[in-house]
């Protein structure tokens, strides 16, 4: 089956421990992303990749890292989490070689609390 | 910067039609996306367009693009009690360039 999956789906952690959520999919797919959802805000891109080694800030990357050693893995690591990174965070892939991201797979999200 | 914005909530009733507007200010963008997200669940995505295209046509689901009011729409006829969900509007210049979101319209269907 087709997925990209998330680890942890839920997380609760104090202000300056490092954290690491992991992203992993099934499908081949050279791109993935990061964003994470705020009510009233929508979704916003934090990072993305478009295959191994290959990364770029989206619209709110402070705060964080992310690391593409392999085409299947794309974790985010938040070196000193903060009380504003408390969000949902989704993880995308997709293989899209008309441009469209006609495929674009969403994990199911991780739900972290920063105290 | 780049900005898509939603109607925050909109409410119809069952096997009525139901239009969510998206606005968006990047002229450049060349593909315009709708998402649907359930309660607790990821983002799906529903259908996409083309920025030299009027209209597109998916079943239920019409999409209408007027490109000089950077005004995009989804039609969703005959509307299900499963079509509840927030509907995102999104915008892209295309291969794998960042997508930006709108705020999300929350619809609500009524039996």
């Known amino acids: 089956e087709a997925q990209v999956t998330q680890n942890p789906r839920y997380l609760i952690t104090v202000t300056g421990k490092k954290l690491t959520v992991t992203c992993s999919q099934n499908?081949?797919?050279?791109?993935m992303s990061w964003y994470r959802q705020d009510p009233g805000l929508g979704l916003r891109q934090i990072y993305y990749s478009m295959n191994v080694e290959v990364t770029d800030k989206g619209d709110v990357p402070e705060g964080y890292k992310v690391s593409r050693k392999e085409k299947r893995n794309f974790p985010l690591i938040l070196e000193s989490p903060s009380p504003n990174q408390t969000s949902l965070y989704f993880c995308?892939?997709?293989?899209?070689?008309?441009?469209?991201?006609?495929?674009?797979?969403f994990g199911p999200g991780t739900r972290l609390l920063v105290l | 910067g780049e900005d898509v914005e939603q109607s925050l909530f909109l409410s119809v009733r069952e096997g009525d039609s139901s239009v969510i507007n998206c606005t968006y200010t990047d002229s450049s963008s060349t593909y315009l996306y709708w998402y649907k997200q359930e309660p607790g669940a990821g983002l799906q995505l529903l259908t996409y367009i083309f920025s030299n295209m009027d209209m597109k046509q998916d079943q239920r689901l019409t999409v209408l693009l007027n490109k000089k009011d950077k005004h995009l729409s989804l039609r969703i006829a005959d509307t299900q009690t499963g079509d509840s969900a927030i509907y995102f509007c999104?915008?892209?210049?295309?291969?794998?360039?960042?997508?930006?979101f709108g705020t999300g319209t929350k619809l609500q269907v009524i039996p």
């Open positions: 999104a915008e892209s210049m295309g291969g794998y360039q960042k997508v930006t």
């Open positions: 499908m081949n797919h050279e791109y």
């Open positions: 995308a892939s997709s293989s899209s070689r008309t441009g469209a991201q006609e495929t674009q797979y």
